[in-house]
């Protein structure tokens, strides 16, 4: 079975802080997929990244950044200068790589809110 | 492109009715996708249709649920003999038929409470 945990419930940060939102996973799968979607208060999921197993560069892009270690099973996102517009719930997810993207599964989300 | 619609947004209802939601996908996108989201959790996988035809079905999806999608183009879930424990933001999405592990695009949710 898979898992997705995000530990942090709920952080807050003043703006121009940086920001850690920290991601676990858990799967038997040897190939898989890893994703990053932010929840603003209007509800509508907005994709942000989507990462394969075979590929542990870590990515930026903008303010953003994300950091993938196979050998801990995390895929951590970072928002560097944080800003008012960041303040959203941000999940992680996981996905087989045999199909689609049908089946992602979810962790609980983190709820970042950022101060003025 | 006007993106991945639901309607309602909200919907109350009492504990035994039947309730219906509908969602319109983005045009070109073929494969059609639903999600349920409860207070304090993230999406669970529902449903996925690939045009017509209903591929995949969640274990959640009990008896009362069923969805349809009819010509390939929008989809309809309907929750009948609706329970408390139903009350949740429904979510859809869709993506392109070329797009395997891609990103999805989801709607804004119908929003059901069982009262």
């Known amino acids: 079975a898979q898992k997705v945990t995000q530990a942090q419930t709920e952080i807050s940060v003043v703006e121009k802080e940086d920001v850690t939102l920290d991601c676990v996973y858990e799967?038997?799968?040897?190939?898989?997929?890893l994703f990053w979607y932010k929840q603003p208060p209007s509800g509508e999921l907005v994709f942000l990244i989507r990462?394969?197993?075979?590929?542990?560069q870590n990515e930026i892009s903008g303010r953003y950044s994300w950091n993938f270690q196979k050998s801990t099973s995390s895929f951590n996102f970072t928002i560097t200068a944080s800003q008012v517009v960041d303040s959203a719930v941000y999940f992680c997810a996981l996905s087989k790589s045999s199909g689609s993207a049908r089946q992602l599964t979810f962790g609980s989300g983190t709820q970042l809110t950022v101060l003025p | 492109d006007t993106g991945v619609s639901q309607d309602p947004r909200h919907k109350i209802t009492k504990r035994g009715q039947n309730v219906t939601f509908r969602c319109d996908p983005i045009s070109e996108h073929n494969r059609l996708y639903w999600y349920r989201q409860t207070l304090g959790q993230g999406p669970e996988f529902l449903t996925y249709f690939q045009n017509e035809a209903q591929l995949e079905k969640s274990r959640l999806l009990s008896d009362r649920f069923s969805a349809e999608r009819p010509k390939g183009s929008f989809s309809t879930l309907e929750i009948q003999r609706t329970e408390q424990g139903d009350s949740a933001m429904y979510l859809c999405?869709?993506?392109?038929?070329?797009?395997?592990?891609?990103?999805?695009?989801f709607g804004s949710g119908t929003q059901l409470s069982v009262l």
């Open positions: 799967t038997r799968d040897t190939t898989y997929y």
């Open positions: 990462r394969n197993s075979f590929d542990e």
């Open positions: 999405a869709s993506s392109p038929y070329y797009a395997t592990n891609e990103k999805l695009f």
